[in-house]
T-cell receptor, first 114, second 114 residues
Framework: DQQVKQNSPSLSVQEGRISILNCDYT??????FLWYKKYPAEGPTFLIS?????DKNEDGRFTVFLNKSAKHLSLHIVPSQPGDSAVYFC?????????????FGQGTILTVHP | KAGVTQTPRYLIKTRGQQVTLSCSPI?????VSWYQQTPGQGLQFLFE???????NKGNFPGRFSGRQFSNSRSEMNVSTLELGDSALYLC?????????????FGPGTRLTVL
């Protein structure tokens, strides 16, 4: 039972263009969502998060959009840079004392071509 | 501020042995969570400790255990190792304050079971 799904295993974009990574979830109890970037043999690096009381959060080149009715979130990277090439994971947590438990998607490999 | 540190970075063990992994959280963070990453299962939650108490637990057998000390440092132990326990074990810490639920990951411990 995969509660967080990233249906695109990979995404390839040109430098300077927009990268859009998608994530769907099934658990209605999730109320906090995060995106992480990961290189092989390293720990995930936190990028951006969003609470379910918002529908958009922006931080520099990264914007996360949340559509609660569709149980869908997306990460937009504009403009994309070759250094953004990595595996991107979306993660979700439920409220209360469950914030310490993250449920991750399977990841999307982003490749940004110069 | 120093990040999350994990020791050792690499371990090789044989089936049937036990292993202890260590995690030092970011200073001031009281929550420590552990995750297992494998190619087949992705990133899976093991357990979370908060103020020396296990607060959340994932779906792993009892061979996987952990604890947290008064200085928030945490250890996880795997007994009777199996080949399938070969994985990258990640520790993450978080402040768990009001509105602050981001988890910050360490570099991981790569465990190989022969």
């Amino acid at each position: 039972d995969q509660q967080v799904k990233q249906n695109s295993p990979s995404l390839s974009v040109q430098e300077g263009r927009i990268s859009i990574l998608n994530c769907d979830y099934t658990n209605s109890m999730f109320d906090y969502f995060l995106w992480y970037k990961k290189y092989p043999a390293e720990g995930p690096t936190f990028l951006i998060s969003i609470s379910s009381i918002k529908d958009k959060n922006e931080d520099g080149r990264f914007t996360v959009f949340l559509n609660k009715s569709a149980k869908h979130l997306s990460l937009h990277i504009v403009p994309s840079q070759p250094g953004d090439s990595a595996v991107y994971f979306c993660a979700a947590s439920a409220g209360g004392t469950s914030y310490g438990k993250l449920t991750f998607g399977q990841g999307t490999i982003l490749t940004v071509h110069p | 501020k120093a990040g999350v540190t994990q020791t050792p970075r690499y371990l090789i063990k044989t089936r049937g042995q036990q292993v202890t992994l260590s995690c030092s959280p970011i200073s001031g963070h009281r929550s420590v969570s552990w995750y297992q990453q494998t190619p087949g299962q992705g990133l899976q939650f093991l357990f979370e400790y908060f103020s020396e108490t296990q607060r959340n637990k994932g779906n792993f057998p009892g061979r996987f255990s952990g604890r947290q000390f008064s200085n928030s440092r945490s250890e996880m132990n795997v007994s009777t190792l199996e080949l399938g326990d070969s994985a990258l074990y990640l520790c993450a810490s978080s402040l768990q304050g009001t509105g602050s639920h981001e988890q910050f990951f360490g570099p991981g411990t790569r465990l190989t079971v022969l």
